[in-house]
Each structure stands twice: as structure tokens, then as C-alpha cells.
């Protein structure tokens, strides 16, 4: 069946200006205002550059606010459609593929062809993406979202995460950042990942102003040292709010396709877990949105660049 993946006028992106300033000399994806996600659930897009981790970071995430009680729905938004497998032991189809083969008549589908449920019930989704070189990631995570919203199913979540496929480069790529109260950038202590970082940064600076999105931290992740980090953050005003080391439990987890909730007991995993608990605990209770100022490109690498 060939897809007809062709944006609804709501989801088309309109040059900047013709309706609200989003970003200068590009082009935006706006948010349909009727897909709002309703007020009171938690909703974190987590960032960073491409296989950083990100994936097994909201993955343990998910599970840590499951652990706490809450009713937590998890979104993948990458083509690769891998974000939810610890969660849910499989790669579950996504949300494009599914509507494909009802023709994209939505009025077709139950919850349970598209909603999967993971460990300790945390409801996992895939939204899938455009084929290859079409289409727009951005309305593709709208159309995740309306069909979510279509059946009811965000009414009772406390938390939605969105875990966002690699690098920022485009206004659809940054579309749940429009429904995100806080993003979370899963970084690596180089200058890669803390480059793709700053980058995420503007990109909030963007959203933020006409959206709600605020920054609410840094993970640092498979470091040892956080000294490039710490640097970063301090110049920019970023802060980190979790740091997982390259431990091997986290690698053995994800072999196991499973989470770092579901390891058996050790020192180590136990130290992971307390971790991941504690930004959880942080994210709902203790977070305060950041006003980081992104570098330019020179910066950085007068900042990071050798010395």
C-alpha cells in the first residue's frame, strides 16, 4: 500500500511571520492548538545527539515514575521505533504504519493497536516516521498526539515523555518540544555530544517563546567525568540533574531488553536505580525552568577546544 502521507493545513509548516515568530530564516511546524496536551500531566522531551542514550534514558525514566505511582505514557519518535523495546520486550509497530493500513482512516482503530503496555504498566508508543527523505517528523508527532487525544488516552497519564530522535536540525525534528513542558538533553561528557547540546539549547530558546517548553536540565550519560560538562553548564546556566557513569548494568539491561528496574540486584545496579528514582522524584517536585543562552559555534570551541 503506498502512503499518502500528506500534512493536514494545521500541520503545515508556514514560513516565520506569516503567523507568530518561531525561529529566524527557516521554516516552522506549528502546533494545531486543539492537539494540546491537557494540563496536569508532566511532559518531558528528551534530547541529545544520536546514540547517546537517550532511548534507554526514558526508557529507566519511565519506569522510575512508574515506581512512584504514576500513570506514565511513553512516545517514541524515531523511524527506528526502538525507544519502548526494554520497556515492552519487543519492536512494537508504529503509530504511521499502523494508520497505513487502515488508509489513514483513524476512526478504524482501538487503543491496543497502537498502545502497547510495558513493565509496571508504563504505556509505550511508537510514532514511527516519514519514509525516507519525505515527509516531516513534525507531523508525524502531531498525528501521534491526535490520535492519542482521539481515544482519550492522555486524560489519565501523569507523566508523557518523548524520547526525540538524534540531533535538532529542523522545526519538525523539535514538534514535541511543543507540547513538552520541560526538556531534559542526555549528553556525554566530549564535545560532540555537548556541541549537539548546545544546539537543543537554541532550539528551546526558539520554542520557548511562544510556547511553554523550558529547559529543565542536563543527564549526563556514559561519563566518568562531567569536567567538559560542568564547564558547559556553567557558562550557559544549564545544570545537570542526573549522572550515570559507563556502567556495565546499564549496557547487560538493554542486551536483556529489559529495564535497569527489572536487573538483578547488585551494588551497582542499586546505585543506578536509587538515580534514576531521584531525577524522577526531582523532575515532579524540585525542577526549576533554566534560562540557558546557547553559544555560538566559535564559542565552543574556544570554551571545549583543546588547549
Known sequence: MTSTLTPTPSAVSEPVGSRREDGEGSLQVHQDESLK??????????YGKGGIGKSTTSSNLSAAFSKLGKRVLQIGCDPKHDSTFTLTKQMVPTVID?????DFHTEEL??????FEGYNGVMCVESGGPPAGTGCGGYVTGQTVKLLKEHHLLEDT?????????????????????????CLIV??????SIFAMNRIIAAIQAKAKNYKV?????????SKDTDQIDKFNERV???TMAHFPDLDAIRRSRLKKCTIFEMESTPEVEAVQREYLSLARNMLDNVEPLEAESLKDREIFDLLGFD
Do not use: K, S
Open 237 to 239: 546556566g544549564m545544570r
Open 98 to 102: 499502523i494508520l497505513e493500513t487502515v
Open 37 to 46: 496536551i491537557e494540563e496536569g500531566a508532566l511532559v518531558i522531551a528528551v
Open 110 to 115: 482501538r487503543p491496543d493497536d497502537f498502545v
Open 158 to 182: 501523569d507523566v508523557v515523555i518523548f524520547d526525540v530522535l538524534g540531533d535538532v536540525v529542523c522545526g519538525g525534528f523539535a514538534a514535541p518540544l511543543q507540547h513538552a513542558n520541560y
Open 187 to 192: 549528553t556525554a561528557n566530549d564535545f560532540d
Open 214 to 222: 523550558r529547559l529543565g536540565g542536563v543527564v549526563a550519560n556514559r
